[in-house]
């Protein structure tokens, strides 16, 4: 797998996510993507039960650990890499949580556009 270029959405060089729990599609504590992250792993959030609760509605449990894949389930407050289309399909939904653009990839502008994202920007001064 190649991976594209790290560089977030304002153009500079990633930052790191979260390192605990190790999030990223590489597992790298990055949201960095390739071509094979049909999911576009590329939001950088601080999750909260709402939208844990949220993504459960949709199918995706992100809060119950599945030790088999050494994932250990998430809690509110939590840094991880979200997939673009379900952040927007929660912002759709008055559910999204805020965001790291440092850490959010530039791909991730595919799908969400950049002042929905500014708006929950936690990194902002």
């Excluded at 199918?59 to 250990?72: H, V």
């Excluded at 559910?95 to 502008?109: C, D, M």
Aim: hydrophobic share 30%; charged share 25%; with cysteine.
């Amino acid at each position: 797998m190649e991976q594209d270029d790290s560089l977030n959405v304002l153009g500079e060089p990633m930052s790191s996510c979260s390192n605990e729990p190790l999030t990223g599609f590489f597992r790298d504590g990055y949201c960095n993507t390739c071509r094979e992250d049909r999911g576009s792993h590329t939001v950088c959030a601080r999750v909260t039960e709402e939208f844990l609760s949220f993504s459960k509605s949709r199918g995706n449990d992100l809060s119950t650990p599945q030790p088999n894949f050494g994932f250990p389930g998430l809690r509110d407050g939590d840094r991880w890499c979200l997939c673009a289309g379900r952040w927007l399909e929660a912002y759709e939904n008055d559910a999204a949580p805020r965001v790291y653009l440092k850490s959010t990839h530039r791909r991730a502008l595919d799908i969400v556009p950049m002042d929905v994202l500014r708006r929950f920007a936690l990194d902002l001064s």
